[in-house]
């Protein structure tokens, strides 16, 4: 493998109370508060973040694929956004398995989310990390990224988290993010991808067609759209 694999361990964490209330919805003089806030207290103790990256160049570029030290991603899209891209950041960055260990009851669902929440914001916080880390150590300027799953269903199959995963060998024993049959990643509040420095403005919601979305980032781009569906004979296949 070409270039050195980097884990971030030591990831700041940023748990406020009051941004995590406004997040779930609750008052401050509500009964529920004290409840959050052993949970929340519990959460600031035991979370350790992680990231891992790597940079890492592409071989060669086919009419739908990429191929980065010999792993072969397939994508008419990916393809079609690294067309003048040579040097890419393969990452998968986490909010840590340590606060799926934070004991629940099993059937209150209003704690469960309380504590999705937290762990969204641990990987908020995580993701922006790395990014600045990445901006900062290898001045890359603008960037876009792009995930396994993300868009539409076959924009990039997220069946690619495999390859994807592959760039890195053992992402579970660098990171402790494991991979289901179905291709999701454990802990759920993981994202993986590939960023890569680009003058063009991308976005994979450019490239999806679900309405009504609360993370939309950017509007449906049909011009872009049409252009990579263009020649590959590729059906539009909603996200569901
Ligand atoms: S619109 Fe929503 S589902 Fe589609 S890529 Fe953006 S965030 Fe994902």
Redesign the pocket.
Known sequence: MGNEIEVLTQIPVDLDRDSLFRRCHIKAESEYASQFEVILEEARHVARSKAVYREAFIDSKGEETVTIDGVTLVSRALRSILEKVERVFPYVATCGIELDQIKLPGDDLLKQFWLDEIKATVLDSCRANLNNYLDNRYALGKTASMSPG??DVNVWPIEQQRELFSLFGDVNKLIGVKLTDSYLMVPNKTVSGLRFPTEVNF???M??H?EN?P???APFRKEMWDSIQRDSGVQSTK?V
Do not use: A, D, I, P
Request: glycine fraction near 16%.
């Open positions: 993300s868009g976005r994979s919601c490239l999806c679900r979305c993370g939309r980032s996200t």
